[in-house]
């Protein structure tokens, strides 16, 4: 849950007391999670329970900390972790021809996020874009998004197309990038 510096070390200095009052929330609504322990991490704190949390009890925790008094921060978005899907998408050429240069990847963000099909994806790094060999004039773009462990988000999108100027650009699976942290929590 990102929180900022301030507001992680408060709440990592009563840990244990908020484990404690986490779990008296669960039992009194009926929660079946308990909270094992907190702690701090780069983007602010991971909440470690016994069993994977209901949005009910992501609910519960966002009051909890939202209601505390020395916590300021109002982006508090209790999360459960997710795994990354890899995709990879072809039909776009090399280069940009507005300008005659190579596309980038900042272009390829601004594309990506003016479609309709990908508006509940988020990327999990910038997209790669690498010339599909060396004497050829397409691209293939590496995609990595935040998806659930079954990829539904990915399996929504693969094999759809969508216009990139006069070409057509198709969305591809592909398989996982060897050495990648694969936790939204943990990346940052």
């Avoid at 972790?81 to 190579?102: M, R």
């Avoid at 990829?151 to 057509?168: D, P, V």
Wanted: aromatic share 6%; charged share 20%; proline share 6%.
């Amino acid at each position: 849950m990102p929180l900022t510096a301030f507001d992680t070390l408060n709440v990592i200095n009563k840990a244990n007391v908020h484990v404690g009052q986490l779990n008296t929330l669960f039992k009194a609504h009926k929660s079946k999670i308990n909270t094992d322990c907190i702690r701090e991490t780069s983007n602010g704190i991971t909440i470690t329970t016994g069993s994977v949390a209901a949005p009910s009890d992501l609910t519960i925790i966002e009051q909890y900390f939202k209601g505390l008094d020395d916590v300021e921060s109002n982006n508090i978005s209790p999360r459960l972790p997710q795994s990354k899907s890899f995709l990879k998408i072809l039909g776009i050429p090399y280069t940009d021809p507005s300008s005659a240069s190579p596309i980038n990847s900042m272009q390829i963000k601004s594309i990506l996020t003016k479609l309709t099909m990908l508006k509940d994806i988020t990327l999990a790094s910038p997209p790669r874009v690498i010339r599909a060999s060396k004497n050829s004039d397409m691209a293939v773009i590496w995609v990595d998004i935040w998806d659930s462990q079954n990829s539904t988000k990915a399996k929504t999108i693969i094999n759809r197309s969508f216009n990139y100027g006069k070409h057509i650009a198709t969305i591809r699976g592909t398989s996982m990038n060897p050495g990648v942290p694969q936790c939204c929590n943990c990346w940052k």
